[in-house]
Structure formats: C-alpha cells, structure tokens
C-alpha cells in the first residue's frame, strides 16, 4: 500500500522559514512528477509547485522567489524550502505523488494527509 507521509510543518512568525517533507513508503516502481499543494478552509485545493523526475520545477506566481521544491529520487522524499512566510502563506499543505506500481501500470496520484502551517503577523 503507497502512503505518504509529510513532515515539518508548524506555526512561525511573519518573515520566518519552514522545511516541509513527504516521503513515500510502499512496493512501487518509480514516481513521475511530485507536487506541494495547499487548502484554506473553505477553499479549494491549490498546486503551490511541482517537480518532474528530471528536476523540473514549477511555481505559483505568489510563492516564486520565497519557495524552493526539490527532491531526492533515492529517498523517495520531496521537499519544500519556505522562506519569508507570510499570514497568506497559512494553510494545511499536502503533498501529491504521481506513481507507477508497475512499469507497465498507468499513473496513479496519492495524496498524503496534510500538515498545518501557520503564520503570525
């Protein structure tokens, strides 16, 4: 069974840094694009930025400059470096992985379960 798990979440104050983590766990083959998305309540689930397996990044305009997505294939592990927060940055974030369980096996996408980030003015 795939499950991803994210870390690193928390509360920090306006101008401050977090580093979020998933990682993936379970039988698979590779993993294609990964991505970090983020909710307010209320709201719909928004794509903050993803990465290909090549490296590849992409950002929404609101966040370029302040996050920085990367991972490490080996591990299983994507990351989102966040840097000078601000209260519009408060949300739950959730990471996303598109996943082969085969190499013959069409793409699924799992979803982990969510960390809060809170920042203060």
């Known amino acids: 069974q795939v499950q991803l798990a994210e870390s690193g979440g928390g509360s920090v104050q306006n101008g401050g840094s977090l580093r979020l983590s998933c990682v993936v766990s379970g039988i698979i083959s590779s993993i294609n694009e990964m991505g970090w998305y983020r909710q307010t309540p209320g709201q719909q689930r928004d794509l903050v930025a993803s990465?290909?397996?090549?490296?590849?990044?992409a950002y929404v305009d609101s966040v370029k400059g302040r996050f920085t997505i990367s991972r490490d294939n080996a591990k299983k592990t994507v990351y989102l470096q966040m840097d000078d927060l601000g209260p519009d940055d408060t949300a739950v974030y959730y990471c996303?992985?598109?996943?082969?369980?085969?190499?013959?096996?069409?793409?699924?996408?799992?979803w982990g379960q969510g960390t809060q980030v809170t920042v203060s003015s």
């Open positions: 990465i290909s397996t090549a490296g590849t990044t």
């Open positions: 996303n992985a598109e996943v082969l369980m085969t190499p013959y096996s069409r793409a699924v996408r799992f």
